[in-house]
C-alpha cells in the first residue's frame, strides 16, 4: 500500500508540474498522450488521443473500459491551464466549462 500511495504522490507531483509549466491546452494534451497518467489515474482504460465527434468538432481524449454490460466511455475535453476556475462565484459553469461540455454534447447528438 505504501508503495501504491508514492505512486499516486508522485503522479500527482508530475501533473502539477506539467500543469504550472503549460502555456496553452495543447501542452496539456502532450503531457497526458505521452504519459500514463490517464489509463493509470482511470483503472487502465483505453485511451484514444483526438477522437473524431461528428464533422465539427475532435475530442482531446476518449477513456473507455468494458464491462459486464458492454463499453463504458468517457470523453475528455481539456481547456487553457491557465483558466483561473471552471466556475463563477455563484457556482455557475465558468464560460469555458460551458462551452467543453457544449462541445461534447453536440459532438454526441449528432
Known amino acids: 500500500m505504501l ?3 508514492k505512486n499516486r504522490t508522485a503522479m500527482v507531483s508530475r501533473f502539477k508540474s506539467a500543469l504550472s509549466k503549460a502555456a496553452c ?3 496539456i494534451h502532450a503531457f497526458l498522450k505521452n504519459s500514463d497518467l490517464l489509463r493509470k489515474a482511470f483503472g487502465n482504460m ?5 477522437h473524431q465527434l461528428g464533422s465539427e468538432f475532435v475530442t482531446d ?4 473500459t468494458a464491462f459486464s454490460e458492454g463499453l463504458q466511455v468517457w470523453a475528455m475535453e ?4 491557465k483558466y483561473k476556475s471552471a466556475f463563477t462565484a455563484d457556482g455557475r459553469a465558468s464560460l469555458p466549462l460551458s462551452r467543453a461540455i457544449g462541445q461534447v454534447r453536440i459532438g454526441y447528438s449528432g
Do not use: I
Not at 483505453?46 to 483526438?50: A, E, N, P, R, T
Not at 481524449?61 to 473507455?64: N, S
Not at 481539456?78 to 491551464?81: K, V
Open 46 to 50: 483505453w485511451v484514444f488521443s483526438k
Open 78 to 81: 481539456l481547456e487553457n491551464p
Open 3 to 5: 508503495s501504491e500511495e
Open 25 to 27: 491546452e495543447e501542452d
Open 61 to 64: 481524449f476518449v477513456l473507455a
